[in-house]
């Protein structure tokens, strides 16, 4: 399968979103990876719902939510008639994950999982099957431009045990600072879909950036 790659929004110029969401659309990334913080599962705020309304006219590919947010359960519906095609929930944020796992799925979208560095990948195996991906913070959440954490690797592996072990098709994301020093060695290690933020934006070239860490992984 094709790897993916998700620009993270986070990193954009959001005084010139427009731009850079067209340069997103021109360029050979797979998806828009938007981060929803509330300053309470996270010590962060970034943007909320008319921000993403205003990325989801503009943008063309897939719309990956990434909700950082507690009980995100009240916000679903509201997600899906944002635009969103994959709605991610924290494992951590979640009382009843298989009931909102449900939910995400009946709103329309996929349904991800994000774990933060702590959290054992093995607390998914008994809801693997009804899981489209599991996002592996491979930083804490809630800001970008943070060090990547080296025992990503090992989780990756030991996620795509279980995926095979349960015959699943979830994809495994990977998010938080990436970079084409890690991206070979995390796809090697199972992932199909790695976020960059900083990585991306913050280079001189970003549609050059792009290109480079697709063909790095395929
Ligand atoms: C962190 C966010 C990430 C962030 C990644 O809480 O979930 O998506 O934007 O940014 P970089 O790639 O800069 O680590
Ligand atoms: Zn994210």
């Not at 997103?24 to 993403?52: T, Y």
């Not at 947010?69 to 009843?96: K, M, S, W």
């Not at 990948?121 to 009804?130: G, N, Y």
């Not at 098709?169 to 600072?177: A, L, P, R, S, V």
């Amino acid at each position: 399968m094709t790897k993916l790659i998700a620009p993270s929004i986070l990193a954009a110029d959001f005084a010139n979103l427009q731009r850079d969401i067209e340069m997103v659309n021109q360029s050979e990334a797979d998806w828009f990876h938007i981060d929803i913080m509330d300053g309470v599962f996270v010590p962060n705020i970034s943007f909320g719902m008319p921000v993403l309304k205003a990325i989801s006219k503009h943008a063309k590919k897939t719309i990956d939510v990434h909700l950082m947010i507690a009980d995100p359960d009240r916000y679903i519906q509201t997600f899906a008639d944002l635009g969103a095609n994959v709605l991610t929930v924290h494992y951590e944020a979640c009382t009843h994950l298989h009931r909102t796992l449900q939910t995400i799925k009946a709103a329309g979208m996929e349904a991800g999982v994000a774990l933060n560095p702590h959290t054992n990948v093995s607390l998914l195996e008994d809801v693997i099957k009804d899981i489209d991906l599991v996002c592996i913070m491979s930083v804490n959440p809630g800001f970008g431009g943070q060090k990547f954490i080296q025992n990503t690797y090992d989780k990756v592996a030991k996620l795509k045990e279980i995926i095979v072990k349960h015959n699943a098709t979830t994809k495994i994301e990977i998010d938080g600072g990436v970079n084409a020093d890690n991206a070979e060695a995390l796809v090697n290690a199972g992932a199909d879909v790695l976020v960059a933020g900083s990585f991306v934006f913050g280079s001189a070239d970003p549609l050059a950036t792009i290109k480079d860490l697709k063909q790095k992984v395929n």
